[in-house]
């Protein structure tokens, strides 16, 4: 018996026994959480299976990491602290950063078209998914000098002084990203709550984690600041009730399937008057056209706040 492991930063690779010429592979992957790739505390893995591809190296079967309860609470906390200097950066800096993310996902575009094609998309429909993500990256990079002057007003007011409103961003949004599509579901649901200076909580896939994890090896290597955005593998029914309970969550955006999942977390959400957005998961292909983007999905994760100020001072 022949043992070999060798260590990545998005996941680990372990070779198994070696006989008659054969070789067992085993593929853990890793969830990203403060800007590095970790294990599930609870130690508990899923497998996912995934179609072969000619003259692929990778594994038919890896192991996904099954996040608990105690990993939310974990990512929750690093992106409270990493709130208060992404939000202080100037918007040009955060679209900047952005525009950084969609090149690098430009570069790993033959990567992340592969991993689509293993969960089950055909090659057209992979390609076009990536290109689209990466269009969509470019195009929430542009708005985030522009929020404020499209959000902001001056109010008209009866007296000697001035009241302007104000966008600000809400804190930690909690995100339960669409099963499919995997890659412009993330994109599309993410970019937007980052981009006017929110951090985010965010649980992947359980179809196609896979691409959500080469998605994160782009976040790794942008510009994008570590606990910025978030990303756990998983059961959304098991981890998500526990973020749509915690205090220190101030929003959370739903794309599921499950009604009961989506009735839960609007109640759950309740007890500290959290902002709860729910969409039902099968209306997700909206996201793949121009409709699954646009200043709607920036404005329902800000706060507003107003200034009055004295007329001649």
Known sequence: MVKKATQDRAYITSIGTVAAGRVSVNKAYKMYVGGAFVRSES???FQVEASAIAGSADPEVVNIPLGSRKDGRDAVLVAKNAHEPWAARTAYNRGQILYRLAEVL???RSELTSSLTRAGSTAAEALSEVSASIDRAVYYAGFCDKISSLVASHNPVS???FGFTMPESMGVVAIVAPEEPALLGLVSTILPVIASGNTAVVIASRRDPRTAVVFCECLATSDL?????????????????HLAKHREVNAIDTWSADDALRTLLEREG???????????????????????????????????KTVWHPVGI
């Open 43 to 45: 130690g508990r893995y």
């Open 106 to 108: 430009e570069s790993r």
């Open 159 to 161: 007296g000697p002084h």
């Open 225 to 241: 600041p570590g606990g910025v955005v978030n990303v756990l593998t998983g059961d959304a029914s098991e981890i998500a009730p």
């Open 270 to 304: 309740s007890g500290s008057v959290k902002r709860v957005r729910s969409h039902d998961g099968r209306a997700c292909a909206a996201l793949r056209d121009e409709d699954g983007q646009g200043l709607g999905f920036i404005e329902k994760f800000l706060e507003f």
